[in-house]
Each structure stands twice: as C-alpha cells, then as structure tokens.
C-alpha cells in the first residue's frame, strides 16, 4: 500500500515513495507486459507476411496447384546427329564415357569376324547413332518411375537389336576391326543419290549459271 500524502510546509505535495517490495512487483509486471506486447509485435508481422505458395493437391498426379504457375517442362532429347558444334561434342564426350565405362565392358563381346567393333566408332554416323539411342533408352528405362521390369524391357527392346546392328558381320563396322591383334578403321561408302536428286541439283546448277535475258553473253 502507498504511502500517505502529507503537504510540504510550501503546499507542495510530496511524492509516492513505495516499499521496495511493491516496487519490485511492478517491475517484474511491466517486464511481462513488455514481453508480451513484443511477441504479439512478431504475431502481427507474421500474419502480415504474404503466405507461402501451399503445395498443390494434385502434385503426385503431375498438375500444377491452382493458380500457380505450371512446373517447367524437362529439356527434350534430341537425337546427337541433329546436334552442331560444341553442343554435339559435348553429347559425344559423355556419350562415349557411357560406351567405354559401362556398355563395352559388360556387353562389349569378343571382337572377330562375326562380331567386329571399331577404336574409332566416334567417326561412323550411323554407329553413333544407334548408341545414343541406346543411351537416351537405358535413362529412360534405369528410372523408377520405369517399374521393377524397366531394365529388362530395355534389354529385350533395346540393347539386342541395337548389338544385332551395330556389329552385324556385314554392318557398318564390318571393314573396320575383326581382330584385336588388327586395329583397323574404314569408312563404308553409302549409295549415291538417287537420279531425281541428281537431276534436281543439275538443274538447279544450270539455272544458277546461265545469264540473265537481258545480259549480253558476250
């Protein structure tokens, strides 16, 4: 309890002075409400805060959520011969990582004539080819989402015909390596054109070549 207001001889009121006890009550009093007031501050500023984007309902079935802007689409493969430049040999680098670190030696049969291979398939269009291929197939099928029978569908679809062509007796590689004991590397020359590409490119040469109407030949 306060103490009594007694008048100075001036008629000046003298000031409250409280116990020490009561004193320290307040403080402790005032201290919480300080706290409180803050945590109600931090409350505020939450609710205050523009929400976070919720996860869509429809996530696990591939659809954005409502609203909300649709998940990027993964780049597509393209296949390696439509590649130029730096891109392509960047594909052919980890192609080829593929090839010599996984494919050779676990599928990589002995080299003979029935089954011949090349130190330089890099350089056969239509090998590289037939390896990317492959390669985009085994990614697709190593995939969970693939199933358990992923893998064994990629060797049943896939790696047999791909082997069955690539080193074919008489494929592209077959002017190339049947030994290991002789490394050997020769490019297969393709079919001509055919006679209507023959005679479009001719006539298409001479009308590039032949003076306008009114230019003297002369």
Known sequence: MSESVEPSECG???PV???DPH????????RRLMEQS???AQQLDHLA??????GSPFAAFGMPGLGGPPPAAPPEPRPILELDGE???DELDALSDWVDDFFLPVYGAEVTTAAPWCLQWQEHDDVVAWLHALW??????KDPEAGLSGLFVWHRDFLTHAIAAIRAPGGPLSACMTSPERPAHRLLPGPPPSTRTEMATASAAEAAGSPEPDEPTS
Request: charged share 25%; proline share 9%; net charge negative.
């Open 38 to 40: 803050a945590q109600h």
């Open 17 to 19: 002075r409280i116990p």
């Open 12 to 14: 000046e009121l003298e």
């Open 87 to 89: 891109e392509r040999e």
């Open 23 to 30: 004193l320290e009550g307040i403080e402790a009093s005032v």
């Open 49 to 54: 805060a523009a929400p976070a984007p919720a």
């Open 136 to 141: 985009l197939a085994y990614q697709q099928h």
